[in-house]
């Protein structure tokens, strides 16, 4: 199973970081390495997360962490990290679109 960053995920990850970094340096480093950690379980547990409640479908899950939703799409040889956003924001559906081939980051 390989992983597959989405341009968004890469720029929520680097917005997040950037922010939390603002006031704390090394809590910035702490949650990019948690989310880093989790990501990589991933890998064994693709189902390890819950359904993303506003989709109700099972490809789409989330994993929560603290105040972040990690959201992925399940696909057979895969996973696509398609976004991070806060537990406050409305999840715009557009955050849930398919990445192009051109566009995929892979780890």
């Known amino acids: 199973m390989k992983i597959i960053w989405s341009p968004l995920a890469v720029e ?5 970081v950037d ?3 603002l006031d704390n340096m090394d809590a910035s480093i702490r949650w990019a390495e948690n989310i880093f950690n989790n990501i990589e379980k ?3 547990f693709p189902e390890s997360g819950r359904i993303v409640p506003e989709t109700k479908r099972n490809d789409i899950k989330e994993i929560v962490l603290a105040n972040y939703r990690l959201i992925y799409r399940i696909e057979k040889n895969r996973i696509i990290i398609l976004t991070i956003r806060h ?5 715009p559906t557009d955050d849930l679109t ?3 081939k051109t566009d995929e980051k892979i780890t």
Do not use: A, N, T, V
């Open 87 to 91: 537990f406050k924001q409305i999840l």
């Open 19 to 21: 922010y939390i970094s």
């Open 12 to 16: 929520r990850m680097q917005e997040i």
């Open 98 to 100: 398919m990445p192009s």
């Open 42 to 44: 991933l890998i064994d």
